[in-house]
């Protein structure tokens, strides 16, 4: 018997089997990082090695470099995620690796990596979309979340409003014209002279500014959930250049809170919008958030403002679980292998891979 003939069969196995733990790999940008997942809910370990030192000097992440430190790093966190599980390779029921969206050269170390792992250990293997993986990051922290639910998704690359209508299912309400809100964030840190990665940087020094300092104009579009940030970050652009040409000194915590609170405002708003339909329809909604993005605290502070008095239940994956990591992946992957979507091996990197 093939490989894949192996892996499918073992698959229907696993569906009746009480426990099934899944190792996962992600390296779709510039984390390498690895988990071991039981029955998509439960983490038995999470490594994540973040590159952040090696770009830092760049303003940014170097995709060959990227590629490179995931090379090197792969098989130690690996292990690492194996150990502190408790298992060996062997004990595992199956692998999982992220597919896409992200840096080609990035995503198809891990790919490869897993591969390999795959075959030699003769274990079913599934490939997972990262978006995906963020969304499922809730399942590990919400043990009773369930689909249907509305999530927010918003990473460096995504600004979407989705309905999971099921697990692996998606229905496209809104998503971003223009950057995502994550982009946006790093954009509007460079220009204040922070450096990589600037959300979680602006995130921090916006707590102590006022975000009422200055204002800034509210983005326009025509989809009523649908997303636009490149205009702020223009208008934010003009305002900071405005002052370091009159030979101002930067109110940075100001200028980060200002620019929090209109990136903040613009996703709750369209979020509660769209709750509010749902509500006005007879519908009982549940609303989760998704995404590196999601670790923002005001935007956590206003989802749950909203949320309360809405009354509607919010659900928000724990702040380490919202970046990039493997047991979101491992908890995606849980869900697509109940499916029986296995993934063969000829897999390949999808760096522009859609959730819908
Ligand atoms: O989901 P993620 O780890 O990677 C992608 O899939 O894109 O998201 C990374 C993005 C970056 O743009 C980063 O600046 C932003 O999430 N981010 C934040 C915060 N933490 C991470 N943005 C605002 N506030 C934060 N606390
Ligand atoms: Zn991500």
Request: aromatic share 6%; charged share 25%.
């Amino acid at each position: 018997m093939g490989y894949e003939e192996a892996a499918l069969r073992r698959v229907r196995e696993l569906k009746n089997q009480e426990k099934v733990r899944i190792l996962a790999l992600e390296t779709s940008c510039d984390e390498t990082a690895a988990a071991v997942v039981e029955n998509g809910r439960t983490i038995l370990s999470n490594v994540v090695f973040s590159q952040i030192d090696l770009h830092e000097l760049y303003g940014g992440v170097v995709p060959e470099i990227a590629s490179r430190a995931h090379m090197e790093a792969c098989d130690r966190v690996v292990d690492q995620a194996l150990r502190e599980a408790g298992m060996t390779l062997e004990e595992t029921d199956a692998l999982a690796v992220t597919r896409g969206p992200g840096l080609v050269g990035a995503l198809l170390t891990g790919v490869n990596c897993m591969k390999g792992l795959a075959f030699a250990a003769e274990k079913p293997l599934i490939g997972v979309n990262h978006i995906e993986g963020h969304v499922s990051a809730n399942f590990l922290t919400s043990p009773e979340l369930e689909p249907p639910f509305l999530c927010l998704v918003v990473s460096g690359g995504h600004s979407h409003l989705v309905e999971v209508t099921g697990y692996g299912e998606y229905r496209l309400l809104g998503q971003t014209r223009d950057d995502a809100a994550g982009e946006a964030f790093d954009k509007a840190a460079r220009v204040l002279g922070l450096p990589y990665p600037g959300g979680p940087r602006i995130d921090k020094l916006a707590e102590e500014g006022n975000p009422e300092a200055f204002t800034l104009p509210r983005p326009k579009t025509e989809g009523p959930y649908d997303y636009s940030f490149s205009g702020l970050k223009t208008a934010f652009l003009n305002l900071v250049h405005g002052m370091e040409q009159r030979g101002e000194e930067l109110p940075k915590a100001d200028l980060a809170a200002v620019f929090r609170r209109a990136v903040c405002e613009e996703l709750t708003g369209k979020a509660e919008r769209l709750l509010r339909d749902r509500l006005d329809r007879g519908e009982r909604p549940a609303m989760a958030l998704a995404g590196g993005v999601s670790a923002n605290r005001e935007l956590r502070r206003r989802a749950q403002e909203m949320c309360g008095r809405l009354g509607v239940p919010l659900y928000m994956p724990r702040l380490e679980l919202c970046t990039d990591n493997g047991a979101m992946i491992g908890a995606a992957a849980y869900y697509r292998l109940l499916r029986e979507e296995i993934a063969g091996l000829r897999l390949n990197a999808e760096p522009a891979l859609r959730l819908i």
